[in-house]
């Protein structure tokens, strides 16, 4: 079973639960990928609740709030359920029992893109936050300030309201922003024509993950940059790990204090080409 925050408008986690389809038909194991409608941590409990009560071999989950979902993923552990956290709770996995995680720590990936746009020359940025409440998104910000050393101003935005995050990101385009960093294709998008309409060409774009359009605009010129945190693999992996932890008793350890790291790399003009492909397919 596989509990993930990620709503369904979001093209991000079409492309991870792409990797859980993959990765159980080549374990030959079932697996039922469920979300809440939106990002509510009280239903994504439930959801997990309800998952416990179904005694599954195995159980995957995002942990994007450690405080709300504690006694859910508690409450599995203590079931004897081997749980493997994704994308979300690099942070918080170990505490509340959970074997493994894989995806990226998001702080040193929020430090890396800041450091990128300070090395582009932006001195004031906007961090576009598409939910607002992801420990793992607040984290992104965070880390993005210090790396840039300069102004940021978290802008909260809709995730389900692309017009609305074009209206705020254009709003909140002062002289002084000349950068922008957006923590999703979901938001990226919408300030990329934000981006378009103002007419400035001062203004340095990117985003943190990949989608055939953001690949486009970077090959194009109107974005600098994506970090990719490959959430293919992020689907994938946790479904292999636990099926041959079930057979083996063993898992893997990770590369950094138990989280397998699929990120983050970063995706410029120079390699953006050669990823628009698997992203057209659905695994990047």
């Not at 859980?20 to 994504?44: C, K, L």
């Not at 919408?190 to 309409?197: D, G």
């Not at 103002?198 to 974005?223: C, K, Q």
Request: proline letters at 5%; charged letters at 15%.
């Amino acid at each position: 079973m596989v509990v993930s925050h990620g709503q369904s408008g979001d093209p991000f986690w079409s492309v991870a639960a792409n990797g859980v389809d993959a990765a159980a038909q080549d374990m030959g194991v079932e697996v039922e990928y469920q979300a809440p409608g939106t990002f509510d941590m009280v239903q994504m409990g439930e959801i997990i609740d309800a998952a416990v009560a179904s005694q599954p071999d195995g159980l995957v989950v995002t942990i994007p709030d450690a405080d709300a979902l504690s006694e859910p993923i508690t409450a599995a552990v203590e079931a004897g359920i081997p749980v493997v956290s994704m994308n979300s709770g690099s942070d918080s996995f170990a505490e509340l029992g959970v074997l493994a995680h894989v995806g990226q720590t998001e702080f040193e990936a929020g430090l890396l893109a800041g450091g990128q746009m300070a090395e582009d020359g932006v001195t004031d940025a906007l961090c576009v936050n598409q939910e607002v409440g992801n420990a793992a998104l607040d984290a992104r910000c965070d880390g993005f300030t210090e790396g840039l050393g300069g102004n940021v101003e978290v802008l909260p935005v809709e995730l389900s309201d692309p017009a609305g995050t074009q209206a705020s990101v254009s709003g909140a385009l002062t002289d002084e922003i000349n950068g922008v960093l957006a923590l999703g294709p979901t938001g990226a998008l919408p300030a990329l024509e934000a981006v378009r309409e103002s007419g400035r060409d001062d203004v340095n774009l990117a985003t943190f993950d990949l989608a055939p359009e953001v690949l486009t605009a970077i090959v194009d010129g109107e974005m600098s940059f994506a970090i990719d945190q490959a959430q293919y693999l992020q689907g994938y992996l946790p479904i292999v790990y636990l099926t041959l932890y079930l057979e083996t008793g063993a898992i893997p350890l990770g590369s950094v204090s138990g989280v397998t790291m699929t990120g983050p790399q970063i995706v410029t003009a120079d390699t953006a080409a050669d990823v628009i492909d698997a992203a057209e397919r659905g695994v990047r």
